[in-house]
């Protein structure tokens, strides 16, 4: 396995950070539904389409004529209509590179500006080096990944009715979700009918960060000890399952009150702090008499909306109950300044998902990591490629040689199945396409001590013969 080169990383985060662009253009367009019921049992629909950049001269309404049709979406990003897209161009023209330039040493690297007439990327520095790299710059399938994205892009922008963006609310109590993949989630789910592939990206690009959580806590999830939950993974997920899904009847004393609140911990986030916060109830739908308060901690954590900010805490950027069974709370503080704020901590109610932290990178994590491993509490990681989530095991496995990190595998590291089915180019080397959250392991401080009671004799009501231990 090889390491993920610093540069690249780098420049993926540069990237990101235009996708957390896009996203503040979008939220200024937003008009979010505050007050929307909860536990409506008929579905609601709402429309997300508003989250996306508009033509100022073109207001979007449903009756509003499409600005580009569906068999014109295609257009060389330095002349494309859509200012953003043009200024990517001029992006890539600044931080890109040749890649005949960047074969030939000890000569001068020049900046990619000639476009490709088949992706409308600036791939190459000139006529001469395209024509010299074409064959390889099609064989590769990069061409072909950069005119998907062309398309995607120009869709997007397109002034359609984006009708895969008018997702479902709640989830009628007799219907069952089905977490297997992103098509039988989605169908499940009651989302409109995707009848393309461009659809299925365009949603799972909002969609991964909400869903890749509720994927590894819903009951159906698809990582079982069949495949590459562990033991101890399933242990810690029958102990935040106990909570999630309470069980009314019993008079058991170690059934959850029903007052519980799962706090979901997101750390180092980027994109995800400012997707608008109805983005997020997909995963409070899958959930429904269950109370969800998520933290959003690190630098780069930004609310979409920064109205009313909150002042009650020198951690705090901005908190609010979004809906009575969810609730935000913003904080740029490093997440080892705020941990103790946060203590008490308990597996049964709280876990932690850092989305592509680079952690193998940025050595700020380890004081982080160190603390998150004492709460006991399950830790989710993603990366945005093979070599990325392999560099952030092999730095958590590196310190677990060396004795700082004491941890056990609860998730075996491998692809995300709800990973974001778009590409994200790396603007330094367009011929890099990653998606969010490709892969995803998990792990948890060592000695979670859960006593299976009747370990040997019963098997077969497991989450109820778990107790909570003195941890
Ligand atoms: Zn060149
Ligand atoms: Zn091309």
């Not at 890109?96 to 007439?117: A, D, F, L, T």
């Not at 074409?134 to 397109?158: A, F, Y």
């Not at 000890?225 to 009314?248: D, H, Q, V």
């Not at 597996?347 to 380890?366: A, E, K």
Request: glycine share 4%; proline share 6%; aromatic share 12%.
């Amino acid at each position: 396995m090889s390491r993920l080169y610093v540069s690249r990383l780098n420049h993926f985060r540069l990237n990101n950070s235009l996708v957390k662009q896009q996203f503040s253009v979008r939220n200024k367009n937003k008009c979010l539904n505050d007050t929307f019921p909860y536990l409506n049992l008929t579905r609601r629909y709402i429309s997300l389409k508003s989250i996306f950049p508009r033509q100022k001269s073109t207001p979007s309404t449903l009756n509003t004529k499409p600005i580009l049709s569906q068999d014109d979406l295609f257009h060389p990003l330095s002349t494309s209509r859509f200012e953003d897209l043009r200024q990517r161009y001029k992006q890539i023209c600044v931080f890109g590179s040749c890649p005949v330039c960047s074969s030939q040493e000890s000569e001068i690297k020049n900046q990619p500006k000639y476009e490709c007439p088949d992706c409308g990327f600036p791939t190459h520095c000139s006529l001469e080096h395209y024509l010299q790299d074409k064959e390889q710059h099609k064989d590769s399938e990069t061409c072909s990944m950069l005119r998907q994205i062309n398309e995607d892009e120009h869709d997007l922008r397109s002034g359609r009715r984006m009708i895969e963006f008018e997702f479902p609310s709640s989830q009628p109590l007799d219907e069952q979700v089905n977490m297997s993949n992103w098509d039988t989630f989605l169908y499940t789910r009651g989302f409109p009918s995707m009848d393309n592939n461009r659809s299925v990206r365009h949603v799972s690009k909002l969609l991964t960060y909400p869903i890749t959580i509720s994927s590894v806590l819903h009951e159906y999830g698809p990582y079982t000890t069949n495949n590459r939950l562990t033991n101890e993974g399933l242990k810690s997920l029958f102990a935040l399952r106990s909570t999630l899904y309470p069980k009314i009847t019993s008079h058991d004393i170690k059934v959850q009150k029903p007052t519980d609140v799962i706090r979901i911990f997101i750390l180092g986030p980027r994109a995800e702090s400012q997707l608008p916060p109805h983005i997020y109830s997909q995963l409070s739908y899958l959930f429904p008499s269950i109370y969800f308060h998520i933290y959003f901690i690190g630098p780069e954590s930004l609310p979409g909306d920064l109205h009313n900010n909150d002042k009650s805490s020198p951690h705090v950027v901005k908190h609010t109950n979004y809906t009575p069974q969810l609730s935000f709370t913003w904080s740029k503080s490093y997440y080892h300044n705020y941990h103790t704020s946060l203590a008490p901590f308990d597996p049964y109610t709280d876990v932690f998902f850092l989305f592509s932290p680079g952690i193998s990178q940025i050595n700020s994590w380890h004081e982080s990591l160190l603390k998150l491993l004492q709460t006991k509490c399950a830790i989710f990681i993603t990366g945005f490629d093979q070599n990325d989530l392999h560099s952030e095991v092999s730095a958590i496995e590196e310190k677990g040689e060396q004795g700082e990190y004491e941890y056990d595998w609860l998730l075996r590291p491998g692809e995300n199945v709800f990973r974001s089915m778009k590409r994200d180019i790396d603007l330094k080397d367009v011929r890099v396409g990653v998606w969010t959250n490709w892969g995803i392991f998990g792990i948890r401080g060592k000695k979670y001590d859960v006593i299976l009671e009747d370990e040997e004799e019963s098997s077969s009501d497991h989450d109820e013969s778990l107790t909570r231990s003195n941890l």
